[in-house]
């Protein structure tokens, strides 16, 4: 099998956590489907109501429902990978090199795409007299925009919208390197962040408050497999299976005692320790595979099928622009919007959404990050593949 590179603490890279990370990628491009038809200037007999009556359509209810909650499971591998990357350097990280890693990979294609999308949104003011799918894009947030700040305070989106996520992530990893600066990591210390955030989205409603609380769960999550492995990775894993699916059975239970009581509580709130003992189960799971089978033909297909991973901060970014120039070329009637309509259309939008991103990962997004790098710092670690962050939707 070939190895995949270790992680800035010499471990190796959990594949199941990874891949994970690509189908919320996935989750989050089929739900922003519906953007097709938030063009501006465009005359079409297509409705968002045509589109949602279509049977393919209604097959992906689930993600066309309910997909933007990959955008907080994104949030919780990122505390989890970013713990397993750092954690065993905690009380003697760099804060250089630390900024450094983050910069360097998630700067470079948040600027390409964002004058990129500068350039289409004022090609679509000029022809159309109108932006397409994201209304606020005047100076002052196009300057958030570049400080990564577009969502600090504010819930209106602009730009290249899907980044708010990574903008609201931006300030959990500022805690996270005053929590590794701390010394070791334990559940107590991890708890009283992920508190501490919770206390602040409480009282404020602010995105970055919310991410807090999903990164630092993240993290409680990777700690608490840490722990488990003084137990019998079987043990562990169906532990976390079984504390997966007493949860599931819980809420049902909670609906079929009283219907809609589920559907008031915010499903923030829901599924934050399904994603936490979700992410727990993949986790020992994964290490009873490796125990059991190393090298096996297994392993091998869950590497493979890891390397998608790879593929989610690009496809992130790249979906609206593909919206926006294809809603464009739609409204000077170049083409009928009501071709979103087709299967044949939607298959294809994702197959160039996700292949565009594999030759964005490939020809700029990892060119780019070692250039940064290299002239950031010469005493920053160089980047290993598992400390890469979980792009947001």
Known sequence: MRRRAATEDGEGQIL???????????AIVVFHYKNFFRGYGIESQATLADLKALQWFEALGLLTRHGSLAVMLFWMISGFVLLHAYGARAGRISGRAYAVNRVSRLYPLHLATLLAVAAIQAVSMRLTGGWQIYQNNDLAHFAMQLLFASNWFTEAQSFNGPIWSVSAEIVAYGAFLGFLRMGAPSLPRIGAFGLGFG?????????????????????AAHRAWRLGAAWSVERSAAFALAGGLAWGAGWAALEAAAPGMAARIPLTLLVLPAFGLGLLALAFAESLLRRRA?????????????????????????????????????????????AVLSPAFAAGYLVVVFGLSWLAFRG?????????RARLSSSAARPRSFARPAASG
Not at 199 to 218: D, E, I, Q, S
Not at 364 to 372: G, I, K, N, V
């Open 16 to 26: 199941s956590i990874d891949l994970l990370r690509a189908l919320a990628a996935v």
């Open 199 to 219: 206390v602040l989205f409480a009282a404020t409603g602010l995105m970055p408050a919310l991410c807090g609380v999903y990164f630092f769960a993240g993290c």
């Open 294 to 338: 190393p090298g096996g033909a297994a392993l091998r297909l869950l590497a493979g099928a890891s390397r998608a991973g790879d593929l989610t901060y690009a496809s992130y970014l790249l979906h609206s622009p593909l919206q926006m120039l294809f809603l464009l070329t739609a409204a000077t009637g170049a083409v009928p919007l009501e």
């Open 364 to 372: 700029f997004e990892r060119p780019a990050q070692a250039w940064l």
